[in-house]
């Protein structure tokens, strides 16, 4: 195999993992399509730029990041939103989570208005380390910034996050 359909084959392994990050920052399917589309075609344009034996992973998710940076935020615009406070139209955020009931479905719709309420800077950091799993030097490489900042960020977010859902608890008591 040539190093060139390696380096493609192990590119697509984590087609599912931007596809989820590139949902969260577009809050939209099909623009979501897009980001993943256009991350690959700048991947494998700048392939020779990958340093064989690094995280490849973290270099796309950095490619995504840096697209999405680029194309979609510079737009400024905000999703529309429903009378709830919730993106209308997009691919709900945790599309894979078992639905056994009801109350299942509004913990995840509870948990996406908070998480659309966190501006980019503090939501993409948090995604990456909390739910993707990247170790914060690689957080880090994909932020361009420093551990330190990752970390502030990572705190910040989750400082809202709870502070978004501090009611949580006693509004479903009652």
């Not at 998480?115 to 939501?123: I, M, N, S």
């Amino acid at each position: 195999m040539s190093p060139e359909e390696e380096f493609r084959q192990e590119a697509l392994q984590h087609l599912d993992a931007l596809h989820n990050l590139a949902v969260y920052l577009t809050r939209n399917g099909s623009e979501a399509q897009d980001l993943v589309q256009e991350t690959y075609v700048r991947a494998m344009r700048f392939s020779h730029r990958f340093e064989r034996g690094t995280h490849l992973r973290a270099w796309l998710f950095q490619i995504l990041r840096n697209t999405f940076l680029t194309f979609y935020r510079l737009r400024e615009r905000e999703p529309a939103l429903s009378e709830d406070g919730v993106p209308a139209g997009g691919a709900p955020m945790f599309h894979d989570a078992p639905d056994q009931d009801g109350a299942s479905t509004e913990v995840h719709t509870d948990l996406e208005r908070a998480l659309a309420r966190l501006p980019e800077e503090f939501k993409t950091p948090l995604l990456l380390a909390e739910v993707e799993g990247f170790p914060l030097e690689d957080v880090a490489r994909i932020m361009d910034c420093p551990v330190g900042t990752v970390k502030s960020r990572i705190f910040r977010a989750k400082e809202r996050m709870r502070e978004y859902l501090k009611d949580y608890g006693q509004e479903r008591k009652a």
